[in-house]
Each structure stands twice: as C-alpha cells, then as structure tokens.
C-alpha cells in the first residue's frame, strides 16, 4: 500500500513540478514579448522623430515666415528631446550611444535657442542657417543608419533577444557592424555648438569627461529592483521586469514598473555600483494640468530631500507639455556648486515626480575644500562693468573649460532691459563668464 502510496505522490510531484515549469516558461514569454514590444515601439518612434527631424530642419531653413520658423524650430527642439528619450530605451551599446544621444541633446538646445530668438522677432543669420544645414546634414547621416538598421531588424538579420544577450558571438559582430558602426558615423559632425544652457547654468560639463565617484559594493538586478520600487514608491508600484541594462560612464541595471495608479510606465536606472537611481523616466504622456508651477517646485524639493538629498536649491524651471522641469544645484556653505546638478519632473497633472536625472551629481559631487577667496565681495564688485545693474550677489563654483572647477563671485543684474549672470574669478579676478537669462513663457532660459 505504501508503494502505491509513495508512487501517487511523485506523480502528483511531477504533475506540480511540470505545472511550475510551464508557468515560468509561460511568464519568460510574457516577458520576452513585453520587453520586445518596448524596445520596437520605442525604435519604430526613433526612427519616426529622426525623419521628422530632418524634414523640420529643412523647412526651417527656406521658411520667410516668422511665425512658421518658430513653429517648426519648436517642433524639431521637443522631436530632438523624444528621440533622446526613445535611444536611452533600446537595449543598445553605450559606447557610442552616449555621444549620439548628446548630439540629439545639443540638437534641440539649439533649435530652442533659435526658437526663442525668433520669438524675439530676430531673423536667422547666416551663421545659424550654416549650423541648421550642418544639423540637417548630420540628421540625414542618422536617418539613412537607422533605415539601415529598421532593414536588418525587419528581415531577421538581427532581433531585440539577440542584442539584449552579450553573450551571443554573433551580435558582437551585429552590433560592432549594424549598430556601433551606424551611430558612431553621426558623430563625425565638428558643428561648432553655441554656449546652449537647456538645463539652466552649465548643465553642459555633463559632456566633460571626469573621474566617476559613484564608490560602494556591487549589487544584482534583485537589489536594483528593491531600489527602484522603493525610489517610485512601494505602495505606487504594480509591477516590476528587468529592463535594458547600460555600459555608460556609469553601468546601470534597468527596471521597467507599472504603477496601480496607471500613470507611467516608468524606467529606472540604478548603478550596478552603489545602488544609486542614476534616472527615473516615464514613459507614458501627460494629460492635463492642474498644479501652478511654484507649487510643483516645492514638489521636486520636498523629493529630492525625501530621497537623502539634501542642500539642493532650485536654480531653473521650465514647463511644457504638462510638465515642470527644475535643475537643482548642491549649496555648499556660502558656495553654489553648479556641477553638482540633479533634474527633477514634476507632472502637472498629477502632481507626481515623474522624472530624475543624477548623472551630473553622481560624477562630480564630492567633499570640496571650499577656502576663504583672496578677493573680497567688494573688491570682486568692482571688477564688474558699471553698466550693470546689480541685483544679487554670491559664491559660486563653475566648471573651467578645461574640466576644472572655478571658485567665482556671481552677480546677477539688468542691463538695457536684458538679464545677465557674470562670474568673477574670487582668486584673480578674471571674468571667467558671462551669461544672459531669457524669460520665456515656459520658464527661465541662461545663453
């Protein structure tokens, strides 16, 4: 009897065991499919805003109409920032992704800069127009390598699974060949860029290579996805699936959530070092808006306080398409230390974060030996052309050109109706920058 007994219940065993079984290879689908549907929807739209881009930035080259130019310069600048976006989605090699996503970013700074311009009334000089058809050239360049790519992805050569799987011998050879190649031609562009400041004084020297300070023990995707559900918000999150992974300046594990509340979907970044959430981005569109923009900065500032951030102060703001943008700069005693910038996005629909960029503070924040200046805020005052109006003073760390940081006094003032910034070195007296705030009816711009 007990034979029988022993032989039923490893039949049952065997029954729960290929039940199990089939669940997880049901579920390994389910995932294999979703991820797959992400990375086409986001590629298929890349290629889409590249298209538009190219078609934009020509239209605004020969447009005669105010009106019109500021309308297709404004459409390229926010199709440049999607397209930004939808690259940071692919499960692609970071080796030559960052430098073609820094060329889609100097890209829609631009164009918002000759947005904003002509909104001013002022015509395109020859200069830009050279710019523009240099931009244009390049778009083509990326358009043709992503049409190439859409090919080889439609006709099998090359599928999503594979790029995701380093592992594969043959997609090393894909990706140096279909991928790598195709992205890096994009950055043979010398355009010399304006001094662009789209993320408020010098978000820029991101772009500036540095010595990563992001210290702390290794951890697996599991610990990663903890991090990134209790980042967004245990009680917000549904569910979580590993996403791409990155092979940047900083090696991140990608976590993909779905919210109970239906906002979103969102994807964080978090550092395979340290465990620091080095981006949060949602995926989905905004509807609506309801919250005033002070309000949505108290918002950014209460999170980034909340989430061990602390000493942060706002030192820009835009909003557009339903959403507040502010840069938050470290203060470090009596110094503001612009390197040290963390973004935040604030729905302002629903009054959620939805938005964090780290990179910038990650790489550059540290414990300074911030000194007494040589000058005095009275000698430094001097030093600044007596034509304008001072309204606010301070201390200030600036990166150098060179990569180096600069202890400078920053003054703040009015000129013939225009608003500027200019930065007195607190050591030589040097003026080391100066720059020109534009209030627009989105926000604050710095040029």
């Keep these: 009897m007990s034979r029988w007994i022993v032989t039923g219940l490893l039949t049952v065993a065997l029954i729960v065991t290929g039940v199990w079984g089939y669940n997880q290879y049901l579920e390994n689908q389910d995932h294999t499919i979703r991820?797959?549907?992400?990375?086409?929807?986001?590629?298929?739209?890349?290629?889409?805003?590249?298209?538009?881009?190219?078609?934009?930035?020509?239209?605004?080259?020969?447009?005669g109409d105010q009106g019109q130019s500021i309308a297709m310069l404004s459409d390229v600048w926010r199709q440049a920032d999607s397209a930004s976006t939808n690259l940071g989605q692919?499960?692609?090699?970071?080796?030559?992704?960052?430098?073609?996503?820094?060329?889609?970013?100097?890209?829609?700074?631009?164009?918002?800069?000759?947005?904003?311009?002509a909104g001013e009334g002022k015509p395109l000089t020859l200069e830009e127009i050279n710019n523009l058809r240099e931009l244009k050239n390049s778009s083509i360049r990326l358009n043709n390598e992503l049409k190439a790519l859409e090919s080889s992805v439609n006709n099998g050569e090359v599928t999503w699974k594979e790029l995701r799987d380093m592992s594969n011998e043959s997609l090393k050879e894909a990706s140096q060949d279909l991928i790598s190649k195709q992205f890096?031609?994009?950055?043979?562009?010398?355009?010399?860029?304006?001094?662009?400041?789209?993320?408020g004084p010098f978000s820029e020297t991101l772009l500036k290579p540095k010595k990563l300070r992001v210290s702390g023990k290794g951890i697996d995707y599991k610990a990663a996805e903890k991090i990134a559900i209790d980042f967004l918000g245990r009680d917000r999150v549904k569910s979580a699936e590993k996403g791409p992974e990155t092979q940047g300046d900083i090696e991140t594990w990608g976590v993909n959530l779905e919210t109970k509340d239906g906002e979103g979907p969102f994807f964080v970044a978090v550092s395979k070092v340290g465990g620091k959430?080095?981006?949060?981005?949602?995926?989905?569109?905004?509807?609506?808006?309801?919250?005033?923009?002070k309000e949505a900065e108290k918002v950014a500032r209460k999170f980034l306080e909340d989430k061990g951030y602390k000493n942060m102060i706002p030192t820009y703001g835009q909003h557009?398409?339903?959403?507040?943008?502010?840069?938050?700069?470290?203060?470090?005693g009596d110094y503001i230390v612009y390197p040290d910038l963390i973004k935040?996005?604030?729905?302002?629909?629903?009054?959620?974060?939805?938005?964090?960029?780290?990179?910038?503070?990650?790489?550059?924040?540290?414990?300074?030996?911030?000194?007494?200046?040589?000058?005095?805020?009275?000698?430094?005052?001097?030093?600044?052309?007596?034509?304008?109006?001072?309204?606010?003073?301070?201390?200030?760390?600036?990166?150098?050109?060179?990569?180096?940081?600069?202890?400078?006094?920053?003054?703040?003032?009015?000129?013939?109706?225009?608003?500027?910034?200019?930065?007195?070195?607190?050591?030589?007296?040097?003026?080391?920058?100066?720059?020109?705030?534009?209030d627009t009816d989105n926000g604050t711009m710095v040029i």
């Design 35 to 63: 991820s797959d549907n992400l990375y086409k929807k986001s590629f298929y739209e890349l290629v889409g805003r590249v298209d538009n881009i190219e078609s934009g930035l020509s239209k605004a080259m020969i447009s």
């Design 90 to 117: 692919l499960p692609l090699s970071h080796i030559s992704l960052n430098k073609t996503s820094k060329f889609l970013s100097q890209l829609s700074d631009y164009c918002r800069y000759l947005t904003i311009k």
């Design 184 to 199: 890096t031609k994009i950055e043979e562009t010398s355009i010399e860029y304006p001094t662009l400041i789209y993320d």
């Design 344 to 438: 935040v996005k604030v729905s302002l629909a629903t009054g959620n974060p939805i938005g964090f960029e780290a990179l910038n503070y990650l790489v550059a924040h540290r414990e300074r030996d911030l000194k007494e200046p040589k000058l005095s805020l009275e000698e430094a005052r001097k030093l600044v052309n007596k034509n304008l109006e001072i309204t606010s003073e301070r201390l200030a760390v600036i990166p150098g050109k060179s990569g180096n940081e600069i202890e400078c006094y920053e003054f703040k003032g009015n000129f013939d109706n225009d608003s500027f910034i200019i930065y007195i070195n607190a050591n030589t007296g040097k003026e080391e920058d100066i720059l020109r705030i534009l």
């Design 277 to 293: 959430v080095v981006s949060l981005i949602c995926e989905g569109a905004v509807q609506g808006a309801s919250m005033d923009f």
């Design 320 to 332: 557009h398409d339903g959403m507040a943008v502010f840069n938050f700069a470290y203060e470090d």
